[in-house]
């Protein structure tokens, strides 16, 4: 079970709210986000309600400053707990890869992180994908950059998985890591 901890101020202080669980709309238990502690498990935290907007992955730890740390604002106005995977069920990872909108043209697949797609493939911009198993999408090459968090399911356009280009540097499973 995941835990994760919402402070108003920076070095876990001021009021703060606790979560166990996806939350939709993180607005009315506290006004701003300046540090957060996750006790147990992996979580995105989203800048807007209902999933949307700026993302960051955040797993157990503390983020003392995480204004700082993500360069986002102090508005987390939700948040979505990423379920653990572990073995005999971490095979059961596959990203496809589409070149075009709706699955179509060049498919690339991938069963294990990749540090950079443009080496592994000879290109970095895709704009449709089938997921088996959660993965996270990096606009740059070795995990860096904003990224994107994708369950498994179909996602006929980037716009799906509320990227703002079709570019796509590296990319990572995301176990019970």
Same mark, same amino acid.
């Given at each position: 079970?995941?835990?994760?901890?919402?402070?108003?101020?920076?070095?876990?202080?001021?009021? !703060?709210?606790?979560?166990?669980?996806?939350?939709?709309?993180? !607005?009315?238990?506290?006004?701003?986000?300046?540090?957060?502690?996750?006790?147990?498990?992996?979580?995105?935290?989203?800048?807007?309600?209902?999933?949307?907007?700026?993302? /960051?992955?955040?797993?157990? #730890?503390?983020?003392?400053?995480?204004?700082?740390? +993500?360069?986002?604002?102090?508005?987390?106005?939700?948040?979505?707990?990423?379920?653990?995977?572990?073995?005999? !069920?971490?095979?059961?990872?596959?990203?496809?890869?589409?070149? !075009?909108?709706?699955?179509?043209?060049?498919?690339?697949?991938? +069963?294990?992180?990749?540090?950079?797609?443009?080496?592994?493939?000879?290109?970095?911009?895709?704009?449709?994908?089938?997921?088996?198993?959660?993965?996270?999408?990096?606009?740059?090459?070795?995990?860096?950059?904003?990224?994107?968090?994708?369950?498994? #399911?179909?996602?006929?356009? /980037?716009?799906?998985?509320?990227?703002?280009?079709?570019?796509?540097?590296?990319?990572?499973?995301?176990?019970?890591?």
């Amino acid at each position: 079970m995941g835990k994760i901890i919402f402070y108003e101020d920076r070095n876990f202080g001021g009021r !703060h709210y606790e979560c166990m669980s996806d939350c939709a709309d993180l !607005h009315s238990m506290f006004d701003r986000c300046r540090s957060i502690r996750v006790e147990n498990g992996m979580f995105m935290v989203y800048d807007r309600p209902g999933f949307t907007g700026n993302q /960051f992955f955040v797993r157990r #730890g503390e983020y003392s400053d995480y204004m700082s740390m +993500t360069s986002m604002n102090d508005c987390v106005r939700s948040c979505r707990m990423i379920p653990p995977v572990r073995p005999p !069920h971490s095979g059961s990872f596959r990203l496809r890869l589409f070149e !075009h909108f709706d699955m179509a043209g060049e498919m690339m697949e991938l +069963t294990d992180d990749c540090p950079n797609l443009t080496d592994r493939f000879r290109n970095s911009n895709f704009n449709s994908c089938n997921v088996d198993g959660h993965w996270l999408l990096y606009e740059q090459p070795s995990y860096r950059g904003r990224h994107y968090y994708l369950r498994p #399911g179909d996602y006929r356009s /980037f716009s799906e998985w509320n990227a703002i280009s079709s570019r796509i540097g590296s990319v990572r499973r995301l176990m019970d890591l």
